[in-house]
């Protein structure tokens, strides 16, 4: 889950985590307390990411605010706020410096906690509050708790993966609804990213009066249904102007829920007779028409469109009939004296104009694959003196792909360039499918995948299909989607583990990674059906180490999902299997890493060692093995072993890095914590030792201190 930008949320991230975190060092030697604050955090980030990347589910929440009284009071209050808000604000980085900083001046350690969190967070690109929190005073550290944090999501939540995908989209649209709450709040031309901010902030702390079983229910809430969406708009039409209801509209078309949007666009044309809209409207219902092979209803959207733009401007006009020749050609009539109209009409349209349409419809016989005509036009748009220097670059860019894609005699090769443009049609078919995927909607996912022709694209159906809860079994195509399949049915354990087992078989045999067969089914297995699966699918023969490679696999997948007790258990299964050395020695490694990871240092270093006593040549054991004598504040020895793994691989950074740190804490240990953050090489430990050093040093933390870059910068602020 990626870190949000606004500044507003920051705000409201750093007063939720600050509360929570007051509440964890009250009661610091209560663990239910500091796991109840873990699981908060974690609920209400899934809560955030959710909101910030699921169109559907925003909407519903937002309505849900907006329904009660107190929460839309606030939430309006707050939009209204915003408009009189400073552009000249500090960007979020740098605004959380000067609060952390404000925080150390003043004692404030629940607070100075909470904005460390966010800070490591926004600089490592993850959101680790969680973590980082619940590991504060804490003997298990920040990677023990990333385990929990993984095992609550796959355990409590439908399709845990998405949470882990692609992250935030970018402002290239606005949210549904969010328009409609900046419209009732007197403010309709609010920003889009301000309007997000006010709404998370009041969703997050709507979400917080939830109990946790409710929490649970919202966070698994499918996408809604098509009537779900018609209540949803309703409040929309009534609006004095058309602009909340075309911005979710455009939204729903966009993200293609192509049924919710073509209602939504009908209602917009019924309400607000006689606007811009209502022509916008009519265009965009024959296009999704069209694009369903539905002509005749296209033609007559599209001629609606067209009687209603009569007297507006003339490229208004152009692209009307433009739209008309189009479906009327898909129908099999004979447009060309529409094309001689739309010829007229560009010949007096202004230079910018005129480009506008020459580009429009140059993509319309690109779509046609009339690419003599689409070359035509293209030319003219280079051929126009004082054009506009966008519309010409982007001209300029399809002719140079179309010149590369020339017959003989030089005239555009159709059928070359037909399977080029189906090529990348099929890519971004794929990759808006990718993105509604990651974006909580498998159903408009799984149709974008189809409208990819992708060799790859069965996979990612059959994914998408699964969590859509619709029947997968045609994009079954492999003996581990069918165990899938098995598992979300909740078939017996004995059925599930007949069928992995040949997929298991299949890749061993093939030399494939037997955990990447494992891991799309573990979040349908619940704890007890996993480990009787589990059992049956390791009960095998020890023939070539067979039994080791697939308990490690499995302990690989386990601990993926964040189990990592059962991973444990299944590493030592692994090594009573009695492999070859070189297994055995791979498993001492992975082992060395889970302890190492689960902050059981010693328990890590005893398997680094046995490890190496097999295989001294294995500079990532070397690593494992410092990195857990850091943890024990054994710095010599763990000098040793960086120095080990330098010689043996010094072309990686890591371990160049852990040895240089070690070198300066060896002969100066200051502070363990800080120690152990200045040495490690993660994402924002640096900083984080830097700020340290400098609050144990000054007792104060200036905002530049979190910009250190190198151990030099950091080492000149130990004392």
């Not at 699921?54 to 907006?66: S, W």
């Not at 925080?103 to 100075?112: C, F, I, P």
Request: aromatic residues 8%; negative net charge; proline residues 5%.
């Amino acid at each position: 889950m990626r870190v949000s930008e606004g500044n507003l949320t920051q705000q409201y991230y750093t007063d939720y985590l600050t509360i929570l975190a007051d509440e964890m060092l009250s009661h610091s030697t209560d663990d239910a307390v500091r796991f109840g604050v873990h699981e908060n955090i974690v609920f209400r980030n899934l809560f955030l990411h959710r909101m910030s990347v699921d169109g559907g589910f925003h909407a519903r929440v937002l309505a849900a605010i907006l329904q009660q009284p107190d929460d839309s009071r606030v939430l309006l209050d707050l939009l209204h706020a915003a408009e009189n808000i400073s552009d000249d604000v500090l960007p979020v980085l740098d605004w959380l410096k000067q609060e952390h900083a404000s925080a150390v001046e003043h004692g404030e350690s629940s607070r100075k906690l909470a904005l460390t969190a966010l800070i490591r967070s926004y600089i490592s690109g993850t959101n680790q509050a969680a973590e980082i929190i619940a590991s504060f005073g804490d003997t298990r550290p920040e990677s023990w708790w990333q385990f929990k944090t993984r095992a609550i999501t796959t355990s409590e939540v439908r399709n845990p993966d998405m949470y882990f995908g692609v992250g935030r989209r970018p402002f290239w649209h606005e949210f549904p609804l969010d328009r409609y709450a900046a419209v009732r709040a007197g403010v309709p031309s609010l920003p889009p990213q301000d309007i997000y901010d006010c709404v998370v902030c009041i969703a997050g702390a709507w979400f917080s009066s939830l109990t946790r079983e409710e929490m649970i229910t919202w966070l698994n809430m499918p996408q809604p249904t098509l009537a779900e969406w018609d209540s949803l708009c309703s409040p929309l039409l009534d609006c004095e102007t058309p602009d909340a209801a075309l911005s979710t509209a455009n939204w729903l078309y966009a993200s293609g829920n192509n049924e919710p949007a073509l209602d939504l666009y009908a209602n917009i044309a019924l309400a607000f007779p006689g606007t811009p809209a209502e022509t916008v409207s009519f265009e965009l219902i024959g296009t999704i028409l069209r694009r369903s092979g539905d002509f005749d209803n296209a033609f007559e959207a599209y001629k609606n469109a067209f009687m209603t733009s009569r007297g507006g401007p003339a490229y208004q006009t152009a692209i009307g009939l433009k739209n008309l020749c189009e479906v009327g050609e898909d129908l099999g009539e004979d447009m060309s004296e529409y094309y001689t109209r739309i010829a007229g009409i560009a010949a007096m349209l202004p230079v910018t104009d005129k480009l506008r349409l020459y580009l429009e419809l140059a993509a319309s016989c690109r779509r046609r694959h009339a690419y003599e005509d689409e070359y035509h036009h293209l030319e003219l748009i280079i051929g126009e003196e004082g054009g506009d220097e966008e519309l010409v670059d982007t001209a300029m860019s399809r002719l140079s792909e179309m010149n590369s894609h020339l017959t003989a005699d030089g005239r555009p090769d159709a059928l070359s360039l037909k399977a080029f443009d189906d090529e990348i049609e099929s890519s971004v078919a794929a990759t808006r499918g990718t993105a509604a995927y990651f974006g909580f909607d498998p159903s408009c996912a799984l149709d974008w995948y189809c409208r990819s022709s992708s060799p790859e694209i069965l996979p990612l159906q059959f994914k998408a299909a699964v969590a859509a809860g619709v029947d997968a079994t045609a994009y079954a195509q492999t003996s581990a989607e069918k165990t899938v399949l098995l598992a979300a049915a909740d078939a017996p354990s004995a059925l599930i583990a007949g069928e992995l087992n040949k997929s298991v078989t299949s890749s061993w045999q093939n030399g494939a990674d037997i955990s990447a067969v494992l891991d799309p089914v573990l979040p349908h297995l619940n704890a007890e059906k996993r480990s009787a699966v589990f059992a049956d699918l390791t009960n095998r023969s020890t023939r070539d180490d067979e039994r080791a490679v697939v308990c490690s696999a499995v302990s690989r997948a386990l601990l993926t999902a964040g189990f990592a007790d059962e991973a444990r258990s299944m590493l030592r299964a692994a090594l009573r299997a009695n492999p070859g050395r070189e297994t055995r020695s791979r498993l001492f490694a992975e082992l060395g890493w889970l302890e190492h990871e689960s902050g059981l240092y010693a328990d890590s270093v005893d398997a680094c060692r046995s490890a190496l006593k097999i295989n001294d040549q294995f500079p990532a054991v070397w690593a494992c093995m410092a990195r857990s004598l850091v943890c024990m504040e054994k710095y010599d020895d763990a000098l040793l072993a960086a120095s080990r793994a330098v010689v043996q691989n010094p072309a990686n950074e890591s371990y160049q890095y852990l040895r240089s740190a070690l070198q300066i804490v060896a002969s100066s240990p200051v502070n363990p914590a800080a120690d152990r953050l200045f040495i490690l090489p993660e994402p924002g430990f640096l900083e984080a030792a830097a700020a340290e050093y400098m609050i144990q040093k000054t007792s104060s933390c200036p905002p530049g201190v979190w910009d250190a870059a190198t151990l030099e910068d950091v080492a000149s602020m130990r004392i």
